[in-house]
């Protein structure tokens, strides 16, 4: 008997200006389908497709006040939610303190949804009268007071990921200065400065994904001297990024065509980093440009 799987579905709610944009994007990066501003009244049908999909396994839903008829729906779609065996449902609620959105909606200028032409104070006393019975059956409260996004998706992300490894990731990308830079980029790295293969008329139509090449390209000392800098450098950075809370990091290194010494050094820098517990993914974004060129000459 094959084993059923168990959907995983949460609904992420809480006070406005409480974090829920920065909430929805966390879940995104785990992977969960998600659903901004759901129709509580649409939530019944959205439970059967759940319970029947085979593609759709993690969902993430925002239900809140911006829907009118959030409140007495919302709870008993929820309830119907808990009695379907197959998909666990948990709520998220996001909080803080009244200064504190008030301070938030000061700096953003945007109306509070429930005090469009009267105090903000009065909407958001009322926003939380309102969602008191959705917060009492929420399974994680969080307090976003005192958190900056990056602490909110950690917290977010330790609770919710279930996946053991890390979602960070690294791209480690080589390109041709004169075919422009790499518009995602986060890091670039100019090697024009190291020996160039080209000149040299047995290596020009190779790349530098061939021995030859690589080892044309290692064997200099200046390139032994920048590559043990820079990757030294690397490892001492990234874990900054992922403590910023990025997912990924795009590492560019460019030579002038992206066929020689661009391509060595990423690819041994991305298999170094592969080595040292980094997933990486190694791109050669114009390694087989020369051929276009000679073509079309």
Not at 157 to 165: A, G, L, M, S, T
Not at 187 to 204: A, G, I
Request: proline content about 4%; hydrophobic content about 40%; some cysteine.
């Amino acid at each position: 008997m094959a084993e059923t799987t168990i959907k995983d579905l949460v609904i992420i709610s809480g006070m406005s200006g409480a974090g829920k944009t920065v909430a929805v994007q966390a879940f995104e990066d785990m992977g969960y389908f998600c659903i901004d501003n759901m129709p509580p009244s649409l939530l019944e049908k959205f439970g059967e497709l759940l319970k029947n999909s085979e593609k759709i396994e993690r969902v993430a839903l925002v239900i809140d006040i911006r829907s009118r008829e959030f409140y007495d729906q919302a709870l008993s779609a929820f309830a119907d939610f808990e009695d379907i065996k197959s998909v666990r449902t948990r709520i998220l609620f996001l909080d803080a303190t009244d200064s504190e959105l008030v301070a938030r909606y000061k700096e953003t200028r945007r109306s509070h949804p429930l005090a469009m032409e009267g105090r903000l104070i009065d909407g958001i006393n009322k926003e939380r009268k309102l969602l008191t019975p959705i917060r009492k059956k929420a399974e994680l409260v969080i307090d976003t007071s005192e958190l900056a996004p990056r602490q909110l998706r950690e917290q977010i992300f330790k609770k919710f990921e279930e996946k053991k490894d890390n979602i960070f990731h690294i791209v480690m990308m080589s390109f041709g200065f004169k075919y422009g830079l790499p518009i995602d980029a986060d890091d670039v790295m100019d090697v024009r400065f190291l020996p160039n293969p080209y000149y040299q008329p047995e290596l020009r139509p190779q790349t530098g994904l061939q021995p030859a090449v690589a080892a044309y390209v290692f064997q200099q000392e200046v390139t032994q001297d920048f590559f043990h800098q820079y990757l030294t450098l690397l490892k001492s950075i990234i874990p900054g990024y992922q403590q910023e809370g990025k997912t990924s990091l795009t590492i560019a290194i460019g030579c002038t065509g992206g066929q020689h010494r661009s391509v060595a050094i990423a690819q041994r820098l991305g298999q170094d980093l592969q080595e040292a517990g980094y997933p990486v993914k190694i791109v050669h974004r114009d390694i087989n440009r020369h051929k276009e060129t000679v073509h079309r000459s």
